[in-house]
């Protein structure tokens, strides 16, 4: 019920909590000062609903300079945002900065991943060429760097992105750099394996299939979506090619992984069903006594065609592209995604599809 | 008077005439009755004479007719004693028959030992019950056991040849072997013989190369094995015609199991020549190989020898289909590597190297002569002199599916998706191929869809007149395929191209520091560069492919102002404007603008056109541009330094696209962007970004 959406908004840079009312298709806006620069990059707190990090850029004497900071937002704003539903000015607020990661480290930090599964106390920070390992101690005040790593290679090698596994004991991370994919063991800050050329271009994004261990999903400059399992490196599970240009975002849905959600610069949003490397792949059992007619239409339906790989539906809401999907973490069925000219879409899953998963 | 003296003179001659005449004859006269009186004494005297032999005749008649009384009864005697003599004469061949027999065996005359025995055998087997007799036959068979059995001997030794041989049991026969044995020994010995000329056959196979050539090869096996099979099969049929069906069916088997042997001899020996390229001889090779087994053809026909040479034939030829479209692939493969090389020669020499309509043009004429060479390699097997063009594989099945399906339409296919491989094993890291190469590779796949397929089918055709009714793969579908092709060629072209210029483009925007640049002076060398590749590009393609349509474009495209930032517009947002005299809120006019244009495809499929290339080139660039300007931060020259170089590029791009407006729209969109990204945003002053330009 709850995303987390940076928009630069002339000098003032915000983070806009937006609040969906399910049941009355409401929108709530609270506005929260982010102080320190633009927002390049934000992550809640897997444990803590109020704490987030952010990537964010200073320009201090015509330089930039991309940071990471841990921040916890005000206490007051769930009652204060349910009061004053549209009026941004009256209700900003200030975030308020728990620690820096890597004052001390340098480089620029591209992306900030929490532990899944833990009780929100370590955190990754991808800076330049080296993968950061936080321990945040003391109600989350102070950081302290538990491990490091550098990528070491011909050129400028640089991070652009990284995901924190939730299976292995949260001992996985995988990170992009240019068209290479790495995974890396958090205990021994070592990596445990490497794709290379995962994408012809630039690697965008991954994410971790929720349900499968070995399973992740990236997306990069070639217009590609491509599966891997990680014990194969040398050939993608799948690829899709649906996408008219980068593809800058892929999130799986966070209990039906079946449900690929991707947004590209062609101002598209694509949902696909990847149902024959999901968890899933059978689907569920149809159980046969007392359905309704309108559940013996899905179920004739379901039987009619057999289960494969398809896009569910291209969304094109947007005018511009889009640089940002993400799954609910409240509703299954609900996602967002979020566009350059600031416009922030609010999704459903297709109701049949939905049907079709449950039953 | 005169007269009358006259006339008495001449009585008087003609008196004296008649004086003379009468004396001269008178003479003969008296001599004519002289002899008519001597006639009439000799008659008389002879009649005397007749009498007298008449009564003497009748004497020795009656002297004559007791003579012969006398003379009957010693006749008869005679003839009775000649009539013994003829059978003493028997009985004594009879009896000396054993010494004969032996000297004849002895001197190795077996013919005619043969015949005594045969003469003699009838009479001992009649009066065996004589004692005599049983003797002499008892002697006799033990000679002919030993007969038998030294021709036996001999025939065992063999080697003295089939004709001898086929004596030998021909004697045998006559002395009454057991013809069924013989048979089986004569096979026997047959398979000898012919075995060794198989093994000899197979040690010129031998395990090194240097065997006589195939057409020796299978001549020499003709004329040993098969020859020699020929002759004891015509032996064997002349011995043991009376053996019937069975002894037939022995042949038979015989024959299957020696032409297996030579066959896979052969068939080895054929393998050998599978790699080697001259077709002419092979052909003639199993010409002479299927001749020479059509000949025993009636002979053993059970034995099916003549179907196994076909199928040989048929599976060689197959073979050789496989080979030729191998060698078009590989000669398809060979084009690409030259051009490969031509390609990549002109660049080191650093001079004009053969032009790609050159290089299309040599690769398409290369290809087009290695079919032609292969259509006419493998016509030799439907000639009409080779034994083997008018069986129904050679008519039928060789013609539309080895030839014309097997190896044409395998070519093609094959040419097709050796092409294809390079649109999907390039995409990654683009580099691999050169990207000359793809659009090479598309306008021949585009010229092969319009014109090459159907000519090279029609040729095929012709060459071979298909007379099976098999479905054939019809000339539209693979055009289709073709034209699919090059489309994806030419497609894959424009993304690797646009990714180089993109590559560049983005480097160029990541690699500044757009923050404390200085103010411009000039166009960035980045976007020279640009226009410079995407120049070089429209004239690579412009050598292969046609002009293509553009929209309509206003006269003044080139003088076209580069959108105007006004400061008055609210909020410090800047925003492209095809009216800059509206004075509302940009962001939404911007918004409304996008509502009505249409969405751009980035990475579109491309018609076949010089125009749609360059178009999709172009908007994979300007894209790139825009989400690279979208991650930086720029300061108040970086924005101004973006505007120079949006307006530079627009001055130049604008000729090479189908719709101009779509480089507008892109570049007014960067500059945009720029100008959000930007926390100073003073644009430049139009005239200013002009004079810069054109200075540039």
């Given at each position: ?6 928009v630069?908004?002339?000098l ?7 609040d969906?009312d ?14 320190a ?8 707190s897997?444990?803590?609903k ?7 850029n200073?320009?201090p ?5 991309a940071c990471?900071?841990?921040?916890r937002?005000?206490?007051e ?34 992306c ?13 920070s991808?800076?330049d060429?080296?993968?950061?390992l ?11 760097l538990?491990?490091?790593a550098?990528?070491e ?5 640089r991070?652009?992105?990284?995901r924190?596994s939730?299976h292995?004991?949260?001992t ?13 063991d958090?205990?021994s ?5 490497c ?5 012809g271009?630039?690697?965008r ?12 999903a ?7 979506v491509k599966?891997?399992?990680?014990r194969n490196v040398?050939?993608?599970?799948r ?7 980068w ?17 590209s ?5 694509i ?13 569920h ?10 559940e013996?239409h ?11 790989d ?5 969304y ?12 609910s ?13 600031g ?17 | 008077?005169?007269?009358e ?41 002879m009649?005397?004479?007749?009498d007298?032999?008449?009564?003497n005749?009748?004497?020795?008649t009656?002297?004559s ?17 000649a009539?013994?003599?003829a059978?003493?004469?028997?009985l ?13 065996v002895?001197?190795?005359a ?10 003699a ?5 009649q009066?065996?019950h004589l ?8 002697d006799?068979?033990?000679i ?16 003295s040849?089939a ?5 030998c ?16 020994e ?12 198989l ?7 031998g395990?090194?190369?240097p ?42 088997a ?6 297996g ?25 199993l ?5 020479r087994?059509r000949?025993?053809g009636?002979?053993l026909?059970a ?11 048929e ?37 004009e ?18 079919i ?5 390699a ?10 083997f ?20 339409v ?24 050169p990207?000359?190469?793809l ?29 099976d ?16 092709t090059a489309?994806?060629?030419l497609?894959?072209y ?5 990714l180089?210029?993109?590559?560049m ?15 411009p002076?000039n ?18 393609v412009?050598?292969l492919y046609?002009?293509?349509?553009r929209?309509?474009?206003?006269s ?12 008055s ?7 492209p404007?095809?009216t800059?005299?509206?004075p509302m809120?940009?962001?939404l ?12 495809d ?6 076949f ?8 080139i ?22 101004q ?12 791009l604008w000729?090479f ?5 779509l ?23 139009p005239?200013?970004v002009e004079?810069?330009?054109?200075r540039?």
């Amino acid at each position: 019920m709850e995303d987390d959406a940076p928009v630069i908004y002339g000098l003032e840079f915000q983070i806009h909590i937006i609040d969906f009312d399910d049941e009355n298709n409401i929108i709530n806006k609270n506005v929260l000062l982010h102080q320190a620069g633009e927002i390049w990059h934000i992550s809640a707190s897997p444990s803590d609903k109020g704490v987030l990090a952010t990537c964010y850029n200073k320009t201090p004497d015509s330089r930039v300079l991309a940071c990471a900071a841990v921040w916890r937002m005000p206490e007051e704003l769930e009652s204060v945002g349910h009061e004053s539903p549209d009026d941004s000015a009256s209700t900003t607020q200030t975030l308020e900065l728990l620690c820096q990661l890597g004052s001390a480290a340098p480089g620029n930090v591209a992306c900030v991943t929490w532990e899944p599964m833990g009780d929100g106390k370590k955190v990754i920070s991808l800076a330049d060429n080296h993968i950061l390992l936080w321990d945040l101690q003391e109600s989350s005040n102070q950081a302290v760097l538990a491990g490091s790593a550098s990528l070491e290679g011909k050129g400028q090698l640089r991070f652009t992105s990284g995901r924190w596994s939730p299976h292995h004991n949260c001992t996985q991370v995988a990170t992009a750099n240019d068209t290479t994919l790495r995974g890396w063991d958090t205990r021994s800050m070592s990596q445990i394996y490497c794709i290379e050329n995962a994408h012809g271009q630039l690697v965008r994004d991954l994410d971790f299939n929720p349900n499968k261990q070995y399973y992740l999903a990236s997306c990069g400059d070639d217009c590609k979506v491509k599966f891997w399992d990680t014990r194969n490196v040398t050939e993608p599970v799948r690829t899709l090619e649906e996408h008219s240009h980068w593809v800058w975002s892929v999130r799986y849905n966070h209990s039906h992984d079946q449900l690929v959600l991707t947004g590209s610069s062609d101002s598209r949003v694509i949902l696909s069903n990847m149902v024959s490397i999901s968890s899933e792949p059978f689907g569920h059992l149809v159980d046969d006594d007392d359905v309704s007619d309108q559940e013996e239409h899905h179920a004739e339906e379901k039987s009619k065609e057999p289960l494969q790989d398809n896009v569910i539906a291209t969304y094109e809401e947007h005018e511009d592209s889009v640089y940002a999907v993400d799954w609910s973490s409240a509703d299954p069925w609900l996602f967002a995604s979020l566009s350059y000219d600031g416009r922030l879409v609010i999704n459903r899953v297709p109701r049949a599809l939905k049907y079709h998963i449950l039953l | 008077m005169d007269s009358e003296t006259d006339m008495v003179r001449q009585i008087r001659a003609l008196d004296s005439d008649m004086q003379t005449l009468v004396y001269e004859n008178y003479n003969k006269f008296i001599s004519a009755t002289d002899t008519i009186r001597k006639m009439k004494n000799d008659f008389r005297k002879m009649e005397d004479e007749m009498d007298r032999l008449a009564t003497n005749m009748a004497v020795i008649t009656d002297f004559s007719a007791r003579i012969s009384a006398t003379l009957q009864d010693h006749h008869e005697r005679i003839t009775k004693l000649a009539g013994v003599h003829a059978l003493l004469r028997k009985l004594q061949f009879l009896f000396e028959l054993p010494s004969r027999l032996t000297k004849c065996v002895e001197l190795g005359a077996y013919g005619q030992a043969v015949r005594y025995q045969g003469r003699a055998r009838a009479v001992l087997q009649q009066y065996q019950h004589l004692p005599s007799f049983r003797a002499i036959q008892d002697d006799c068979q033990v000679i002919t056991a030993r007969l038998a059995q030294q021709l036996r001997q001999r025939f065992r030794e063999g080697g003295s040849g089939a004709p001898e041989q086929a004596e030998c049991v021909e004697l045998l026969l006559a002395l009454g072997e057991p013809a069924e044995e013989l048979c089986e020994e004569f096979l026997v010995h047959a398979r000898g013989r012919l075995e060794e000329e198989l093994s000899a056959l197979e040690k010129e196979l031998g395990p090194s190369p240097p065997a006589p050539d195939v057409l020796e090869f299978t001549d020499r096996g003709g004329s040993g094995f098969v020859g020699g099979l020929c002759q004891v099969a015509a032996a064997y049929q002349e011995l043991f015609e009376a053996q019937g069906p069975r002894g037939g069916e022995k042949l038979a088997a015989f024959a299957q199991e020696l032409g297996g042997c030579y066959f896979e001899l052969v068939e080895r020996r054929l393998a050998q020549e599978q790699g080697g390229g001259d077709n002419s001889l092979l052909v003639r090779a199993l010409d002479r190989f299927h001749r020479r087994l059509r000949a025993p053809g009636p002979l053993l026909a059970a034995a099916g020898l003549t179907e196994s040479a076909t199928e040989i034939v048929e599976r060689v030829a197959r073979e050789r289909l496989g080979y030729h479209l191998q060698g078009l692939q590989t000669a398809f493969l060979g084009c690409l590597t030259d051009v490969r090389q031509a390609l990549a020669a002109p660049r080191l020499a650093g001079k004009e190297g053969p032009s790609l309509a050159e290089l299309l043009a040599s690769v398409a004429s290369s290809i087009q002569s290695h079919i032609k060479a292969s259509l006419a390699a493998v016509h030799l097997f439907t000639a009409k002199e080779v034994s083997f063009s008018n069986k129904p594989y050679f008519r039928g099945e060789f013609c539309s599916q080895g030839v014309r399906e097997g190896l044409i339409v395998g070519f093609i296919r094959s040419m097709c998706q050796t092409a294809q491989s390079f649109c999907d094993s390039a995409g990654e890291k683009g580099g691999a191929t050169p990207p000359a190469l793809l659009l090479l590779l598309s306008r021949l796949c585009l010229d092969y869809e319009t014109a090459t397929i159907s000519y090279i089918l029609t040729l095929t055709d012709e060459q071979f007149l298909v007379q099976d009714q098999s479905p054939v793969t019809p000339v539209s579908t693979l055009c289709a395929e073709a034209r699919e092709t090059a489309r994806r060629l030419l497609t894959h072209y424009v993304k690797v191209q646009g990714l180089v210029i993109s590559q560049m483009l983005r480097k160029s925007v990541e690699t500044r520091d757009w923050l404390s640049t200085l103010e411009p002076r000039n166009v960035r060398a980045v976007m020279k560069r640009v226009v410079e590749d995407t120049t070089a590009i429209d004239v690579q393609v412009g050598l292969l492919y046609e002009e293509g349509v553009r929209k309509a474009q206003s006269s003044d495209s080139s003088k076209r102002t580069f959108s105007v930032y006004s400061s008055s517009r609210q909020q410090g947002r800047y925003a492209p404007s095809y009216t800059p005299s509206a004075p509302m809120d940009t962001n939404l006019l911007s918004n409304i603008q996008k509502l009505f244009s249409e969405r751009i495809d980035v990475f579109s499929p491309v018609e076949f056109n010089k125009v749609s290339v360059l178009t999709g080139i172009i908007k994979i660039s300007l894209k790139t541009l825009l989400e690279c300007v979208r991650l930086r931060t720029f300061g108040r020259f970086g924005l101004q330094q973006v505007q120079v170089d949006c307006h530079f590029l627009q001055l130049y791009l604008w000729r090479f696209v189908a719709d101009e407006e779509l480089v507008h729209l892109l570049l007014d969109e960067v500059v945009a962007s720029a100008a959000l990204r930007c926390p100073d945003p003073v644009p430049m002053e139009p005239s200013v970004v002009e004079v810069i330009c054109e200075r540039g």
